[in-house]
């Protein structure tokens, strides 16, 4: 079965709330309808060509996870159910409770990539926090690190020391949220391993809801972490990935000064990289995503 990307959402009843580079976010009183649409961004930039079913995939990846990672922590997760919404919604929506959100990217990195080597290769460090010297791009790293963002609504988000989150949201907190995410990260790449999938790295965001931390947002999809096939893992080299590179790499091929308007996509790699997405949430669950949707 094939959909027809959704790269915008309307809905009467209710107002909208956000609308960010991929989701869309609605308001019903206390609780909050997230529609993951098939928009796709590069290099922060929101490009003009949907992604076949992307916004279905990281549904259904982040109800997958938050299922099985419900004994970890708390999340935010109602209910699934959209049968009082347009049929474009389907599978690619969830109620959730209203959180207060903390203003910080919980990012936990197993191996040293993307802007985690930049770092290494300057500093011996990321984020400040020393590591052996002679690590290969790629490399595992000895154990998870814990390296927190700020939250940024346009441009890059800006790594921050551990410090500078104490400072924004008190010590315990600040150490609560970093031993949830490097909790989740462990369970989550133990699990993935098994799996034929190495979690490079992924990002988390947290809310207050009724006192307790909760797990929010979308949760370990590709747009949120680096997916690397175990077949064809190699340090000391870029890795093949589930995720949006096969985009970034047909975008410095034709050299687009990566500003604002970007360039559409060819078909084919809008359908590969379609296709990556769903290869991974096939290998993670045992399952397509046609399959999900009509078990759902």
């Not at 410090?163 to 790449?189: C, F, I, P, Q, W």
Request: charged share 30%.
């Amino acid at each position: 079965m094939r959909f027809p990307p959704v790269l915008e959402t309307h809905l009467d009843h209710y107002r909208r709330l956000a609308r960010g580079k991929v989701r869309d976010v609605y308001e019903d009183g206390d609780r909050l309808l997230i529609v993951a649409t098939d928009r796709i961004s590069a290099f922060d930039v929101v490009l003009p060509t949907g992604i076949p079913s992307k916004g279905r995939v990281l549904t259904e990846m982040t109800l997958f996870w938050l299922d099985y990672l419900r004994d970890a922590a708390p999340n935010h997760f109602l209910s699934r159910d959209t049968s009082m919404l347009p049929p474009q919604f389907e599978g690619r929506s969830m109620w959730v409770r209203r959180a207060q959100m903390f203003p910080i990217e919980c990012v936990a990195r197993g191996y040293l990539a993307g802007s985690g080597w930049k770092d290494y290769q300057r500093t011996g460090a990321v984020c400040g926090i020393g590591l052996p010297a002679g690590l290969r791009e790629s490399d595992a790293l000895p154990e998870p690190i814990y390296t927190p963002a700020t939250k940024a609504q346009t441009g890059h988000d800006e790594n921050i020391s551990f410090e500078e989150t104490v400072k924004t949201v008190g010590e315990k907190t600040a150490a609560r949220l970093r031993d949830l995410t490097l909790t989740l990260y462990r369970r989550a790449s133990e699990y993935a391993r098994e799996r034929g999938i190495i979690i490079a790295d992924t990002k988390f965001e947290f809310g207050l809801i009724d006192g307790e931390i909760a797990l929010a947002d979308e949760v370990l999809t590709p747009d949120s972490s680096r997916f690397w096939p175990t077949s064809s893992y190699e340090p000391g080299r870029p890795q093949p990935s589930y995720d949006k590179q096969y985009v970034r790499d047909y975008l410095e091929s034709i050299h687009w000064n990566k500003q604002p308007p970007a360039p559409a996509l060819p078909e084919e790699v809008a359908r590969r990289t379609g296709e990556k997405y769903q290869e991974a949430y096939r290998a993670l669950t045992g399952r397509t995503i046609e399959e999900a949707i009509a078990g759902s």
